[in-house]
């Protein structure tokens, strides 16, 4: 059953439930003081919800469509219209019928029975009101019997709570492992480590055909995130399993804080969306054929940013888990020891959480800079010098007794009566903690290497401002400027002065303010004492709450103002003596005329919210302002109380802490102050939770802190259940306790005839409300966002390896920073066919930027205007009951007027503008406002992108909805019609401007009808003549939503460097870029000059746009690029650095754009001196050549024929020489013959006469 519109079903029945158990305020409302209800009794038919007897008989509570509309449901007779009369319940059912049981809440039984007991007669109506959606934005809404689950919850109907809230008890569960721990069960790591490992390039280097750079060294990230989820009452092993086979994958946006200081690191809204990859646990699997499981994605790092914010949500497949919200900060101040264990740096670690540190000890305020504190601590442990802190804004937390040295001093000018361990005073900023023990003031400086680039940790703590008397921390909630401040109030010798210290990139230093004179002198008083301290950092002055102390007019309080910048003190405020008296009315805006009581005003303390400009004094009262003057009394806070301490949303909302530890309620922009705890609401919720069994709620709680996250107020309780203490945090249920008074209050029983009849009043105005034609949030909110899926694994179970979630690693670490550009189209073919390498496929199209996200049906969460931007949506409300009437006009004409009104309230109405056009639906009885936010262009100068940006705040009222108007949602219920949106005026971050080098080059050759490019052509450095009129263009490129547009503003051109090649370029000082660049300058020394008569203030430089005349080039006389000397035989080149900005000149933007580019220009002129020489020269060699070539035509013929006579007379010396050598060597030959003829001769006789002789002897 839904009956959304009428009222809350939770808070309907509840108050019927309570109703029944009262009438006009007493008890019993009917003898026997107990009244049998069942939801089952009778068949249900749209109409009314049956309360009936165990018999079957009863009533019905009747919630018909005329009341309905009215806001007014009715309990009626379920066979007949009349009233319900008061009735005795009969005596309890006979042996075998269905037991009672426990008593409930209020008196009131329970009786459970089946539908076979059910008699036949009569009926039972279950209302259902026309088909209405609550305010705020769409929510998924389940189909399910809302109003008997908030019946049967009253009723002890466990079996349906279970139906109804098996939506809320799947929680996801993260934790931090390192690649080490991956798969193994228990293992959960600390975020310590900061540097990437090389861990992940060996496995790189396994995918031989992976779309990767070879040359890389691949990187990872330290850690990985692990992701479960578990249901109440089932195995967490058996959910993951059914959710991998449903196909249910976990889907991680991490989105990392910007730093504090913007002057060292880019400032960018930056995020990473990422799918969770299934991986096995380690161990067997006996009898399982699908192991126990878990998801992992890469943890990334961002150079700058040590807050992160990890949302884990389902991918729309399996069984659904609700999106949730975790804190991954990186804890600088652990560090490893022997054995790889984690050891704090800050003090020893303690494992018992003694009763005493927690019991009966009061609690204290979470002070930290808001979203750039990793680390927040908490002091106020008594007798201790211990704190609790924590990397999870106490999702788990430590308990550690600080190594500080604890030395008290006291002397004369630092009176202190009793000295504790204590830690009174604790503040955590982005790398530094601050914490006060009596007098003394310490800091710890964290190791950030992702912050200051180095180890600039802390070996011990410090102890500063070490001569002085402290007597409190002051915090400041907001950074500025690239700084963290803190402020430390003296007493003693230096009563009267702040000490403000500041934080930069890890430095601490203090000033002692004022600095000429102290407070008292500067007010001209005799005694007085500094209470309370706060920074308006926009303003770059202190408020400071002085404590004046008259012998004659006794004790009374003054706002005093300190101007850091002109030193100036001023009395803002006086504060009243006594309480005003304002009986009979909601406020009380104070004018110094009204009356007042006896009840003097105690003032404790301030509080300053930058985006509405809105000032709180507290104390025994609260006092509210918007412009810092004039104040508002809020007399729904009591002044018999007192208020510790504020906890402030900075989102519209605040919360209340009195000194007998009550928690009061504002919803900033009305005047009601709701108490939340001790309450009626609360008594029913809690009654509830632990009809629930709830571990968040036990009889003895002591509550330690209360502060805000994400909009939402928690609790860090200490509960004591069974003799066993813990401590926990957990949600306060802000709307569903305001929901539960407010039925508790708007009820209405009324006798009519002879029976009592109970209503009950909806004071909401509206039934529906919805946000409508909402931009594309990304221009707005400035949000990058990557999106990165993981490596496909060929393996038919779809589970990863270590080496898959490797490769996962490096390829999110490179997208991240090395922005590598991949080519894919041949891998996929290879993945395709079940080829790849190392059963891994890298797929490049699932790594990208997303510049096209969609508005959820909500107001973003922050919204920057440029100069002139506006931003504009429309509100869909459906009126309850008659919405319009009509207002008679001159002559016969009508006006028709909707009753529902909508209010915005802007915190500075001088730079932001309004527009609310409204549009009547009558068919529908509905109304349409188009709403539109325009910046004023005047409250903002110039800066660069993201700096230095001004704070302002838009709030959206529904008339009459505050703490009235309530949604459901399947996060529970949720406050609507006051809609609170923090602005930032200035130049957005992610915008910058480039040289538009295509249209520039089109343009050019265009105007000019030609264009040459230098002889050596480079493709990134196109060249342009030095005759040619240069026209120069440029671009807006907006990072975040990847859209690129001409510059249509002014700018101011200068040459700030330059050479004749790459390699000689230099910086040219003040003076030259003047004399370089003015059209004043005499010196002859001008690079340039345009046609354009436009120049600045001074009028020291020219300013161009984009529909100037052009650049001429001159490189007069005494200029650098005057005189060139060539390098080749090509004319000279020049090499020009070029500064464009916009500051002080242009009117269309409050971006602050610098942009220095080379710009190359060849075919420059010679000087004449250089071109007369090289002319003589070249004239002298050509005369040369000339008569060289002359002497050489004449004397040829001569030379020719002396050439012939010398060749002649060498032939004939040549031939002569010749005879004579041939007549010798035959003389020579012919002697030669005959002598060797002669020897030869000799030779034959002798031969022959032995041979004779050898003859004669053989007869012998």
């Given at each position: ?110 009786a ?60 996801w ?19 310590s ?65 910007s730093p ?14 990422m ?68 050891q ?24 930290y ?10 002091g ?5 010098k ?12 430590f ?18 009566p ?7 005073d ?7 903690l ?25 070996g ?16 400041v ?52 004492s ?9 303003h ?71 985006y ?6 507290w104390?025994?009262?609260l ?39 009550e ?23 809690v ?60 009820y ?32 707005y ?125 802007l ?8 527009v609310?056009?409204q ?32 704070k ?34 200035g ?74 090649t ?6 040219y ?11 004043l300058d ?9 046609r ?30 005057h ?103 035959s ?34």
């Open positions: 059953m839904d009956i959304r519109g009428c009222q809350s079903s939770a808070a309907i029945n509840d108050a019927a439930k309570r109703t029944l158990g009262r009438q006009d305020g007493t008890k019993p409302p009917v003898p026997g003081g107990a009244v049998l209800l069942s939801a089952g009794c009778q068949e249900e038919t749209p109409g009314s919800l049956t309360l009936c007897n165990g018999k079957g008989s009863g009533v019905k509570l009747s919630m018909e469509k005329p009341d309905c509309e009215e806001g007014r449901p009715r309990i009626t007779n379920g066979n007949s219209s009349k009233a319900l009369r008061a009735y005795t319940p009969p005596p309890a059912p006979p042996a075998g019928r269905a037991t009672r049981p426990p008593r409930a809440p209020g008196g009131i039984r329970v459970m029975e089946t539908r076979a007991e059910r008699p036949r007669g009569g009926s039972s109506r279950v209302a259902r009101c026309p088909a209405m959606f609550l305010a705020g934005p769409a929510w998924p809404r389940l189909r399910v019997l809302r109003a008997l689950w908030a019946l049967l919850a009253v009723l002890w109907a466990p079996w349906r709570l279970l139906a109804m809230h098996e939506i809320h008890t799947c929680n569960q993260v934790v931090l492992n390192q690649f080490t721990t991956v798969g193994k069960e228990g293992e959960s790591d600390r975020f480590d900061q540097e990437p490992l090389d861990t992940v390039d060996s496995m790189f280097s396994q995918l031989v055909d992976a779309p990767i750079n070879r040359d890389e060294k691949y990187l990872g990230f330290p850690y990985y995130l692990k992701i479960n989820y578990t249901c109440k009452g089932k195995s967490s092993e058996a959910l993951v399993r059914k959710g991998h086979l449903t196909g249910l994958k976990p889907v991680v946006l991490v989105t990392f804080q504090v200081n913007f002057h060292h690191w880019k400032i960018e809204q930056l995020q990473i969306q799918e969770a990859a299934p991986f096995p646990n380690k161990g067997g699997c006996a009898t399982e054929e699908v192991c126990a499981m878990s998801w992992y994605t890469p943890m990334p790092v961002k150079n700058g940013s040590v807050l992160m914010r990890v949302d884990v949500s389902s991918n729309g497949l399996g069984p659904f888990v609700p999106k949730q919200r975790f804190q991954v900060n990186i804890n600088g101040f652990l560090q490893r020891q022997q054995g790889d264990t984690p704090f740096t800050v003090g020893n670690e303690l494992f018992h959480l003694i009763p005493r540190y927690f019991v009966n000890v009061p609690s204290r305020p979470l002070w800079t808001v979203d750039q504190s990793p680390v927040l601590i908490l106020g442990i008594p007798e201790e211990s704190i609790l802190l924590t990397d999870t804004s106490f999702k788990d937390f308990l550690v007794e600080l190594s500080i040295d604890s030395c008290w001093v006291g002397s004369f000018y630092c009176p202190h009793n000295f504790t361990a204590t830690i009174y604790a503040i955590a900023t982005e790398s530094i601050f914490i006060r023990q009596n007098q003394l003031v310490y800091y710890f400086t964290g190791t950030y290497i992702t912050l200051h680039e180095s180890n600039r940790g802390s011990s703590w410090v102890r500063v401002l070490a001569k002085e008397c402290i007597k409190k921390l002051c915090p909630h907001f950074h500025s400027n690239g700084s963290e401040y803190i402020m430390a109030l003296t007493t003693g010798k230096n009563e009267g002065y702040v000490h403000f210290g500041t934080i930069t990139d890890g430095r601490v230093s203090f000033e002692l303010l004022p600095r000429k004179q102290s407070v008292c002198q500067g007010i001209q008083v005799v005694n007085c500094i209470t309370w301290a706060i920074y308006m950092e926009d770059h002055r202190l408020l400071l709450l002085v404590e004046i102390e008259d012998p004659a007019a006794g004790k009374r309080f003054q706002v005093v103002s300190y101007d850091l910048v002109s030193d100036y003190l001023a009395i803002l405020y006086t504060i009243p003596e006594f309480i005003p008296d304002a009986r009979g009315l909601e406020f009380l805006m104070i004018l110094g005329t009204e009356s007042y009581t006896n009840f003097p005003m105690v003032p404790k303390g301030m509080s300053y919210n930058p509405n400009h809105m000032l709180f004094i104390g025994n009262f006092l509210q302002s918007y412009d810092n003057e004039n104040f508002i009394y809020l007399l729904d806070f009591p002044k018999e109380l007192s208020i510790k301490y504020l906890v402030n949303s900075f989102r519209g909302e605040m919360a209340i802490v009195t000194e007998t530890e928690i009061w309620y504002l919803l900033e922009g009305s005047h009601r102050v709701y108490k939340l705890f001790p309450s009626e609401g609360w008594e029913v919720y009654s509830l939770q632990r009809m629930h069994q709830s571990s968040l709620h036990a009889p003895n709680e002591t509550m330690v802190t209360l502060f805000y996250e994400d909009s939402k107020l928690y609790q860090l309780v200490y509960l004591i259940n069974d003799q066993q203490g813990r401590l926990v945090k957990r949600l306060v249920p802000v709307e569903q306790l305001l929901m539960y008074q407010q039925l508790g209050n708007r209405i029983l009324e006798r009519q005839g002879g029976h009592l009849t109970l209503s009950f009043s909806n004071l909401c105005p509206f039934t529906v409300m919805r946000l409508r034609d909402l931009p594309n949030p990304q221009i909110t400035r949000q990058e966002r990557y999106r990165a899926r993981p490596p496909r694994v060929l393996e038919a179970s779809g589970f990863h390896t270590r080496n898959s979630l490797a490769v996962y690693q490096g390829l999110v670490y490179y997208l991240l920073w090395l922005h590598s550009k991949y080519y894919k189209h041949y891998y996929f073919y290879l993945a395709s066919n079940w080829q790849s390498a190392g059963n891994v496929h890298i797929d490049m199209a699932s790594y990208e930027k997303i510049y096209d996200l969609k508005a959820e049906h909500e107001l973003p969460e922050r919204i920057f205007l440029d100069k002139g931007a506006s931003y504009r949506f429309s509100i869909f409300l459906s009126v309850r009951g008659h919405s319009f009437k009509s207002e008679a006009q001159s002559g016969f004409s009508f006006y028709l007027r909707s009753r529902l009104d909508l209010g915005l309230v915190a500075h109405p001088h730079c932001i503008e309004a609310v056009w549009e009547l639906l009558i068919n529908r009885n509905s109304v349409l406002f188009w709403v539109t936010l325009s910046d004023k262009k005047a409250c903002f100068d110039q800066g660069i992108s993201g700096h230095h940006l001004m302002t705040s838009m709030l959206i009222k529904v008339v009459g909805s505050a703490g009235h108007c309530f949604q459901n949602t399947y996060q529970g219920p949720r406050m609507q019609g006051n809609l609170m949106v923090p602005m930032f005026i130049c957005p971050p992610g915008k910058r401007l480039a040289f538009d080098i295509t249209y520039t080059l089109q343009y050019n050759r265009q105007q000019n009808k030609h264009y040459f490019d230098c002889v050596h052509v480079d493709r990134e450095m196109p060249c342009f003549l030095f005759r040619d009129i240069f026209y120069p263009f440029f671009l807006i490129q907006d990072l975040v939503t990847g859209d690129s547009g001409s510059f249509q503003g002014s700018y101011v051109l200068k040459v700030v460097g330059g050479g004749p790459l390699d000689t370029i230099k910086e000082s003040e003076e030259d870029i003047y004399r370089y660049n003015s059209p005499k010196t002859d020394s001008l690079i340039w000059t345009t354009n008569a436009t120049t600045t203030e001074d009028p020291a430089f020219n300013i161009l746009s984009h529909q100037s005349l052009g650049i001429e080039w001159l490189c007069l006389e005494n200029s650098p690029c005189d060139t000397i060539p390098h080749s035989i090509f004319a000279p080149e020049f090499f020009f650095k070029v500064l464009v900005s916009n500051r002080g000149v242009d009117k269309s933007t409050y971006c602050d754009y610098q942009l220095t580019f080379l710009l190359h220009i060849h075919g420059l002129p010679l000087s004449a001196t250089r071109a007369l020489f090289i002319l003589v020269v070249s004239a002298s060699i050509f005369l040369g050549l000339v008569v060289l070539y002359l002497i050489f035509c004449l004397l040829l013929p001569v030379m020719m024929k002396a050439c012939n006579i010398l060749r002649w007379k060498i032939n004939n010396l040549i031939a002569s020489e010749s005879y004579y050598s041939s007549t010798s060597s003389m020579i030959f012919s002697s030669a013959s005959r002598t060797r003829s002669r020897i030869g001769s000799r030779i034959s006789s002798r031969i022959i006469s032995k041979m004779a002789e050898e003859k004669t002897a053989k007869p012998e």
